[in-house]
Each structure stands twice: as C-alpha cells, then as structure tokens.
T-cell receptor, first 113, second 113 residues
Framework: KAGVTQTPRYLIKTRGQQVTLSCSPI?????VSWYQQTPGQGLQFLFE???????NKGNFPGRFSGRQFSNSRSEMNVSTLELGDSALYLC????????????FGPGTRLLVL | SQQGEEDPQALSIQEGENATMNCSYK?????LQWYRQNSGRGLVHLIL?????REKHSGRLRVTLDTSKKSSSLLITASRAADTASYFC?????????????FGKGTKLSVIP
C-alpha cells in the first residue's frame, strides 16, 4: 500500500500570501489530521477531517482552514501568511479514528519570508 | 500547555546500550502512543498502550504505563545507530463527544556507533 503523500514538499512564500497544501491518505483511510511542527511549540494539532466533515479542531486562528474531498484527500489553506507560520506541516491518516494508529506523511516545509 | 512532557529532552548513548525515555501527563487518558521522527521528516508510529494496560512489547521496544503516576516510559534495548531520532509521546483523552490528541516536545536520542 502506498503511504501518505504530501505535496509540495517545500514551499517558500512571502508575508501576506496564501498557501494550499495537499495530502493524500493511505487508500481506505477516511480520517485525515493536520499538524504544525515548529522548534518552539512542537507538534500542534490543527484539525481533523472524516468523511468530508471537520470532526475536531485545534486552537489555531481562522486563517488556517481545511477541507476533505470525497476520495478522502485533504487540503489545508493558510491565508495572510505570517513569519510565524514557517513550520513543517504534517498530515496523518487513519482508518477511522485518529486516536488509534496514525500514519504520517513526510510533511511540507513552509518558509515564510 | 502540552499534555505529554518527555524527559530527558536529549539523550546520548553508545551503540548496544539501552535507552529509556519518560513521558508524564496531566489528565486521564484513553491511550498513550509513542512515535519516532527522523530529522525533520514524518512521524512513525511505534506502539500504542491503552489505559488498562501496564506494559507492551514490540521487538526491541518496551513501553510501560503507570496511570496512578500519570507516566509512561519507552525502553529501547540494544540500541543501534539507526535508532538515532526524536521520540514523542502522544496522549489521547476523550470527553464530551470529542477527543484531544496531544504530543509532547520529544526526546532527541543520539546513538553513537
């Protein structure tokens, strides 16, 4: 089975721009979660989608949004980028429940200048 | 604030030695998971231990859970250079129809050949 894939792998943007990241889960997995990882804050949960619905949300501003498509692929969008949004964005998929085993993608490294 | 806190933050050992990492948490949990991350890449799930379990093994890994002390430990026996990575514990707590999955900041393990 192919693993979780994320595109793009690296991205450089400037302040004020917006960005869309994509995640394709493992085939058959319906839950997709997104995380932000920074050296200072560590791994922080952004949101989780299941069957095209946001099921859970972390404590991030509304500039961070996401969606899930009928094939379980997910995108996250960050609008009006700030320097502090520079991070590794990780996507993880699980069969149904994210509190069981999650399978992580390699991440998208975003640099905001 | 982080639910899971790993200790130590960094650990350096010789190949062949055992490595022990600890995780403490604050609230009641449903399960606790350990993940490994190699240098800025995606996380790999290692082991999941449920709140009613006290010990689990997987290959060279041994995880214990003490819910009375709200702590868990990960033991890697006969370490190898390939074990060099950051190790994270993640706690899962549920309530009020929702769940919270929280990662600690990790222990950086260096195994010297």
């Amino acid at each position: 089975k192919a693993g979780v894939t994320q595109t793009p792998r690296y991205l450089i943007k400037t302040r004020g721009q917006q960005v869309t990241l994509s995640c394709s889960p493992i085939s058959g997995h319906r839950s997709v979660s997104w995380y932000q990882q920074t050296p200072g804050q560590g791994l922080q949960f952004l949101f989780e989608y299941f069957s095209e619905t946001q099921r859970n949300k972390g404590n991030f501003p509304g500039r961070f949004s996401g969606r899930q498509f009928s094939n379980s692929r997910s995108e996250m969008n960050v609008s009006t980028l700030e320097l502090g949004d520079s991070a590794l964005y990780l996507c993880a998929s699980s069969f149904i429940n994210p509190w069981e085993t999650q399978y992580f993608g390699p991440g998208t490294r975003l640099l905001v200048l | 604030s982080q639910q899971g806190e790993e200790d130590p933050q960094a650990l350096s050992i010789q190949e062949g030695e055992n490595a022990t990492m600890n995780c403490s948490y604050k609230t009641s949990i449903n399960n606790l998971q350990w993940y490994r991350q190699n240098s800025g890449r995606g996380l790999v799930h290692l082991i999941l231990i449920r709140s009613n379990e006290r010990e689990k093994h997987s290959g060279r890994l041994r995880v214990t859970l003490d819910t009375s002390k709200k702590s868990s430990s990960l033991l890697i026996t006969a370490s190898r250079a390939a074990d060099t990575a950051s190790y994270f514990c993640a706690t899962v707590a549920s309530g009020a129809g929702s769940y919270q999955l929280t990662f600690g900041k990790g222990t950086k393990l260096s195994v010297i050949p």
